[in-house]
């Protein structure tokens, strides 16, 4: 009974194509949403493969795959012309619902930015009051007194600002 099972299991294997195959993204085309795949079991370049399900246009969440990564591909309806990417090892880029609103912001940075603008409108807030009362009162008042004392204070003083967008993570 084992025996005639086994070779029942191999006569089915035969007639079964696979669902799923192992290969190496050659290209990525992210207009099309599409890679192209080469099998590592086969002799075998796939074209087209879907990053997602809605195809080329469709605001998905969509994975990316780096080029020369490791991927598993799999077969739509067991058609021989028709692959969709079902896992990657490396991601080049994410988009949740599309591109449109650009990269998703890194809190941290964002927080940084935050809080460098707020430093330097404290100091310019000092520097024009240091300014102002430098100018002086009446016959005195002098202007280029209080242009010099301002400069002074806002020596040095700027607002640095860091990219806070995570240009691999896109969202529409």
């Known amino acids: 009974m084992d025996e005639l099972r086994k070779t029942l299991v191999k006569l089915i294997e035969q007639y079964i194509p696979d669902q799923v195959k192992v290969g190496i993204v050659k290209t990525l085309n992210e207009a099309k949403q599409s890679c192209s795949v080469q099998l590592l079991d086969d002799d075998i ?21 780096e080029v020369n990564s490791p991927v598993l591909v799999g077969s739509i309806n067991n058609k021989a012309n028709a692959h969709y990417l079902v ?6 880029t994410i988009w949740i619902g599309g591109k449109d609103f650009g990269g998703l ?25 240091t300014g102002i009362n430098s100018v002086g009162i009446g016959a005195s008042a002098n202007g280029t007194t209080g242009k010099a004392a301002f400069e002074s204070a806002m020596a040095g003083k700027t607002i640095k600002l860091i990219e806070m967008q995570n240009t691999r993570v896109k969202h529409g």
């Open 45 to 65: 370049e796939l074209f087209d493969v879907r990053l997602g399900a809605g195809g080329e246009g469709s605001n998905e969440f969509i994975l990316f795959p």
């Open 87 to 92: 896992k990657v090892t490396k991601i080049k």
């Open 105 to 129: 912001i890194k809190n941290k940075e964002l927080n940084d930015n935050l809080t460098s603008i707020k430093e330097y409108l404290s100091d310019l807030k000092s520097a024009i009051a």
